[in-house]
């Protein structure tokens, strides 16, 4: 089994149809995965029985449905996470301060930390010219994390080639994820940011979340036991 650090840093993304799916390809790479990352294709379909995953297979739940609404109901839906011993849970910073503060008021001392998702990495800077906003891509996800900030979330998702600016602006202590993780040889699938794990890591990179480079291995369990020994070596060096 990898060590319990690099384990712990390492989630695999649950992008299946269904539980039955998602229970045999996370049972298949346990061993290696701390974290279960339940998003929206599987939150939809199967619900809470999705979250319980993480109980049965001894993982830490990623539930990723980028809340973005009123501060009452993201507040209410951040309780509803909690209730289900949720570890961390993605919320849109573009909700404004408002549902952010409420948000991170709601997961004070609750064992959930708030992860704030700045500007989809499926936007350019013409989508954002088009929905009214000057800014670059760039300066918008700043302005953005540090609106996160300042309401009280210390989590940011994030790609591994902002990891370390972002660290400067959101201090030791945040908690900063990283999708796009591409081991060296393999494909970059529709992921234009991507990075390696021991980049990831030496990066500053608190969790790396893993998808396609897992799901569709001819071997699953030996990807990911490949990627958390890159995860292990690299702590090591660092
Ligand atoms: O398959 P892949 O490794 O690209 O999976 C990455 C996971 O992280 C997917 O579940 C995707 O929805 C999510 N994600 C992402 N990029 C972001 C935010 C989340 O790829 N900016």
């Keep these: 089994m990898t060590p319990e650090p690099s384990r712990r840093r390492l989630a695999f ?3 299946y149809p ?3 799916d998602a229970r045999a390809g996370a ?3 346990r061993d290696s995965v701390g974290v279960l990352k339940v998003g929206l294709e599987l939150f939809v379909r199967e619900g809470p029985a999705a979250i319980a995953l993480g109980a049965d297979l001894g993982c830490d739940v990623f539930l990723d449905l980028k809340l973005h609404d009123i501060p009452e109901t993201v507040d209410r839906a951040v309780a509803s996470a909690i209730h289900h011993g949720v570890r961390y849970l993605t919320v849109h910073a573009g909700g404004g301060r408002r549902m952010l503060d409420q948000a991170a008021r709601r997961a004070e001392g609750s064992g959930l930390t ?3 998702v700045t500007v989809l990495t499926s936007l350019d800077d013409a989508d954002l010219t088009e929905l009214g906003v000057s800014d670059s891509t760039t300066d918008h996800a700043r302005r953005l994390a540090a609106l996160a900030r300042d309401s009280g979330i210390h989590g940011l998702v994030c790609s591994v080639n902002e990891v370390a600016r972002l660290r400067e602006l959101m201090g030791p202590a945040a908690v900063l994820v990283t999708p796009g993780i591409r081991p060296a040889a393999g494909p970059s699938d529709d992921q234009k940011r991507t990075g390696t794990p ?7 990179s608190s969790l790396l979340v893993v998808g396609r480079p897992i799901r569709d291995a001819a071997d699953p369990a030996a990807t990911a036991r490949a990627i958390a020994a ?3 070596e690299a702590e090591g060096a660092g």
């Excluded at 021991?198 to 500053?204: P, T």
């Design 18 to 20: 269904t539980l039955a």
């Design 198 to 204: 021991g980049a990831a890591v030496r990066a500053g």
């Design 230 to 232: 890159e995860i292990a």
């Design 27 to 29: 049972a298949r790479v």
């Design 114 to 116: 708030l992860l704030a």
């Design 13 to 15: 993304a649950l992008d």
